[in-house]
């Protein structure tokens, strides 16, 4: 479903552009038609500053988590780059490009339950499903529907990845999430996580205590996600904060989605900074990986 939805968005966008040249040349004014893609790029640009404007006025002066401009400049830039190739590319028609790889050679091998965030979908994680199956990790990335329900829904689909890779390696498998994934694989651990089922859980900007952004939301997992929300308060009552021992949390202080500061963190948890690092493109970064290789080394 959300693949289709994006499909429908970049159709849109496509027809703004070709419509606008269109019309352009027709009425005599060719130069006109660069208006169609200078409102798109344009628009993108200035709704992700704004988004960086209300990430930087999370932060008190004086703070020492506050970004400063020349670093959230650099995270915009990353962002405006990185982001249109997982939304207008990957996710609406390369989601389905990697399979899951659950090899008969697979037994013995700790794998990987690979976890999208809020508008994602398993495509966000192409270039994770490529490395991973070069050098032979067994994995699965699911996709989470209904794309705008609420997240306890997605526990049945975790349950399902896990135990898939739990029957083919006879191993614990690491989860990786990002964004709101990190939400959906705490519901689930709440509700089928038994000791034993998970090797380590890697979050990459979750909103573990909700973010400023989500009180614009008018989806159901949008206000879960919101500060301090009711959902948010009930998960981390059945949780207890022994039970994030096995818990790497990345964060950084130029989430442009994810704010105020430290929000991402969770308290026992293995809490790491990635600086001057946007949202989306924290999901890439090589130290995220790296960690994860070392959680799949044997001890």
């Known amino acids: 479903m959300l693949a289709r939805i994006q499909q429908l968005i970049v159709a849109a966008i496509v027809a703004l552009v070709v419509g606008g040249a269109i019309a352009a040349i027709w009425l005599g004014h060719p130069a006109w038609a660069l208006t169609g893609p200078v409102l798109v790029v344009g628009g993108y640009v200035a709704a992700l500053g704004l988004e960086f404007h209300w990430l930087r006025s999370s932060y008190a002066k004086g703070s020492e988590d506050r970004p400063r401009v020349d670093q959230l400049l650099s995270a ?3 962002e405006a780059l990185i982001a249109p190739r997982v939304f207008l590319w990957r996710q609406p028609f390369r989601y389905a490009a990697i399979a899951d790889a659950l090899p008969a050679e697979a037994q013995g091998r700790r794998g990987v339950v690979l976890v999208h965030g809020f508008f994602c979908n398993r495509g966000l994680w192409n270039p994770w499903m490529k490395r991973l199956l070069a050098q032979g990790t067994p994995f699965i990335a699911v996709t989470l529907e209904p794309p705008f329900g609420s997240i306890d829904r997605y526990a049945d689909a975790i349950e399902r990845a896990v135990a898939r890779v739990e029957s083919a390696t006879g191993e614990a498998p690491v989860l ?9 694989v705490r519901a689930w651990l709440a509700r089928d996580g038994r000791p034993g089922r998970v090797h380590r859980v890697v979050t990459i900007a979750t909103p573990h205590r909700g973010t400023s952004l989500a009180r614009h939301s008018v989806t159901q997992n949008g ?12 998960l981390a009552r059945t949780e207890g904060e022994s039970g994030y021992a096995r818990f790497t949390c990345f964060w950084g202080h130029c989430d442009n989605i ?8 969770l308290p026992g948890a293995d809490n790491r900074h990635l600086p001057h690092t946007p949202h989306v493109a924290m999901a890439f970064h090589p130290d995220v990986f790296e960690h994860v290789q070392q959680c799949l080394r044997p001890a």
């Open 176 to 184: 990786v999430a990002h964004s709101m994934g990190g939400l959906a």
């Open 258 to 265: 994810v704010f105020p500061t430290r929000v991402a963190t």
């Open 76 to 78: 915009w830039l990353a």
């Open 223 to 234: 206000h879960e996600m919101r500060l301090d929300s009711p959902w948010l308060a009930a």
